[in-house]
């Protein structure tokens, strides 16, 4: 993959919310992405407490929030996350992040994930 990849629209995210993807076709989503307004945040989907890279840290489908949705929560470990760092604040994993996607927005409100930042 050499260009960047189409995941969305803007308005297919709701604001507050997070949505999984799978943009290699894994069968799994391999990263998510928080809307907080027009600004988006990318992870890989992945908690650093032992390297869980098979184990989707959503509790549920697109869930990767705690209630109050101000934190990234684990749901394999209850790890807590900063939703801006990737920082883990709380759980088994201190001092250690999560990691980050480059993702774009074009004028059209399409979102794009550069290929280099997936980790593959």
Known sequence: MNT???LC??????DGDARGFDPLGSG??????????????????????RGYE??????RKDQFLNKAKDR??????GAQFDIRTGECLR?????????????????????????TDTGK
Do not use: K
């Open 91 to 115: 759980g088994p994993c201190p001092g250690q992040s999560l990691t980050p996607v480059q993702l774009t927005i074009n004028e059209h409100g399409d979102v794009y994930l550069h290929p």
């Open 9 to 14: 629209h803007l308005d297919d995210i709701s």
């Open 4 to 6: 960047s990849l189409r």
């Open 54 to 59: 098979g184990t989707s840290m959503a509790w």
């Open 28 to 49: 799994r989503d391999s990263l998510f992405v928080i809307r907080d307004g027009s600004e988006l945040i990318g992870y890989l989907n992945a908690c650093p407490h």
């Open 72 to 77: 990234i929560l684990c749901g394999a470990h």
